[in-house]
Each structure stands twice: as structure tokens, then as C-alpha cells.
């Protein structure tokens, strides 16, 4: 898997959240013969035992179920560890969600249907905003209780945690809330890791504008997700096969910013090449 990617002419490689616990002596093998480098995991990373597909979000941070948080903290903590084994200097995490009926679906049915202005599309918007105000407290309290317990071991470890912004309307923090948020972590442990595919999910359902999203955020951004979106909803696409303007995100990218291709695992490596030769002749070589 890693040789794959580094004969396509990558130096670094994101550890993502499919890594099964079979896959990890091959991989610390191919570091620690400096084929490649990894310059990220996403959590959970390795699978927890038992879960056989790629499931960032099996273990909720905002879960009322103290069980399920504790298992939560349990293997984030092993993805820090194995992110200290394989040198890499972040994780990106998910924070949870907020229980409630799940909207997100419709919504994109709705504005793939070509009913995002209708008055229906709009009093189911403000309905979401209704009951995610109602009742986002008590785990948004909860979520910022785990982070702090992870930050310091992340802090202890010398890795930063990049906290992702999520293309369902029913994860946290919500957009409107990241302000808050980076006043109660005001840290460079804890910084924002920007998936342009969500951002642009957000954006087509009428919630966001993903550029002025990105420009508020970036003194914290750690770095990117890069993917293109076929409009509504259809992600994980090369840079240039969907509609995200990347230039106008350009002034935003950094060049210590990461910028993990986040792509569909049957795309072939022609693919592959194209976006990655799209997103350098707009942001650019580094």
C-alpha cells in the first residue's frame, strides 16, 4: 500500500481510519526503512479489534454512554501512541455528534432534487438550527471534557490535533461555534484540520460559504483534506472533476500546511495524478 503510493512520486502519506491491526507491521517495516513518511493519522488508527471497515465515528466523544466515551479515550489514545511510533505530528479527530434525528440525507436529496429554495427546504433548515441549539449543550460539555484529557497526552507527545470540520449537519462543532471553540482551546495543541469536501457539502446545502468559512479560521489551520465534490454531494473526487473553487482557497494554504489527497479508494492512478497535478497548478508546488 505505501510503496504504491510513494512510486506514484509521494514523500508522505495520512495513516487513515481503515488501518486494520494486520496492516501495522508492514507499515512501521516501510517507515522505519524510510520508504516513506506519514504525515498524519486520522483517528481511530489502527481499527479497534473487531471493526473491519473504515469507522471514524464508532466511538463517539459525545456519547451519553460513559462506556462508549471511555472506549472513545481508549483508542484515541493508541492512535497517539502509534502516531508517536511512526513519527507522525498530527492526528486529525472527529468530535462527535449531537443525538437527534438525522437530517443531513434528506437535505441532500432535497438539493439534489433541485428543492434548496423551496419554502419545505427552508423550514426544515430552520428546524435543524431549532433542534441542534436545543440540544448541543450537554455533548458539546461532554466532547470538550475528552478533548482536554486527550490534549494533554497529545501535549506530552509533542503532536497536535486537528480537529475536523464535518460534511453532516449533526456532527460538531457546528461552523457557527468554531469561534467558541478556539476561545476554550486557545492552544497550538489543538488546531483545525480543513476538508475542502465537507466544506463545500456545507456550502451546496446552504449553510456555509466554504471560502469565508475557511478565511475565519485561518490562524488556526493545521491542514487540509483536498477533494473535490460533484455537486450536491458526491466527494472524494480528484481536484478538477467537481466544483470547489481551489482558487479562491489558495490564499489560505500555506506551505507548512499538510495536503492530504483524500480520495476514492477506486479511482485509478491516472486519476490520482491528474487532481494532484490540478491542485499544484493552482496552490501551487508546496
Request: with cysteine; charged share 25%.
Amino acid at each position: 500500500m505505501l510503496r504504491e503510493i510513494r512510486d506514484l512520486g509521494f514523500e508522505y502519506a495520512e495513516l487513515s481510519h481503515g488501518i486494520r491491526l494486520s496492516l501495522v507491521p508492514g507499515i512501521l517495516d516501510a517507515v522505519d526503512a524510510g520508504e516513506i513518511k506519514i504525515c498524519s493519522l486520522h483517528n481511530f488508527c489502527p481499527l479497534p479489534i473487531g471493526v473491519t471497515h473504515a469507522s471514524p465515528n464508532v466511538f463517539k466523544f459525545t456519547a451519553l454512554d460513559p462506556r462508549e466515551r471511555e472506549s472513545a479515550l481508549r483508542h484515541t489514545l493508541k492512535t497517539l501512541e502509534f502516531a508517536e511510533r511512526v513519527h507522525a505530528p498530527l492526528v486529525v479527530l472527529h468530535l462527535g455528534e449531537v443525538e437527534m434525528k438525522e437530517y443531513t440525507d434528506t437535505l441532500i436529496e432535497m438539493t439534489e432534487e433541485g428543492q434548496r429554495d423551496t419554502p419545505k427546504y427552508q423550514r426544515l433548515c430552520a428546524e435543524v438550527d431549532e433542534r441542534r441549539e436545543l440540544r448541543k449543550t450537554q455533548h458539546i460539555m461532554l466532547a470538550y471534557d475528552m478533548l482536554r484529557r486527550i490534549a494533554e497526552q497529545a501535549a506530552a507527545r509533542n503532536i497536535k490535533l486537528g480537529i475536523e470540520n464535518r460534511e453532516a449537519i449533526e456532527e460538531i462543532p457546528f461552523e457557527g461555534d468554531f469561534p467558541f471553540f478556539f476561545r476554550e482551546f486557545d492552544t497550538e495543541v489543538v488546531r483545525y484540520w480543513h476538508d475542502t469536501g465537507h466544506a463545500q457539502i456545507k456550502e451546496n446545502l446552504g449553510f456555509i460559504s466554504h471560502t469565508i468559512h475557511l478565511e475565519s479560521l485561518a490562524g488556526f489551520v493545521a491542514g487540509f483534506h483536498v477533494h473535490d465534490v460533484e455537486f450536491p454531494a458526491h466527494d472524494h473526487r480528484p481536484p478538477g472533476q467537481g466544483t470547489i473553487d481551489f482558487a479562491a482557497l489558495k490564499p489560505y494554504v500555506k506551505p507548512e500546511h499538510p495536503k492530504v489527497l483524500e480520495l476514492h479508494p477506486n479511482l485509478p492512478s491516472e486519476a490520482v495524478l491528474a487532481g494532484l497535478a490540478h491542485i499544484k497548478s493552482i496552490w501551487g508546488e508546496s
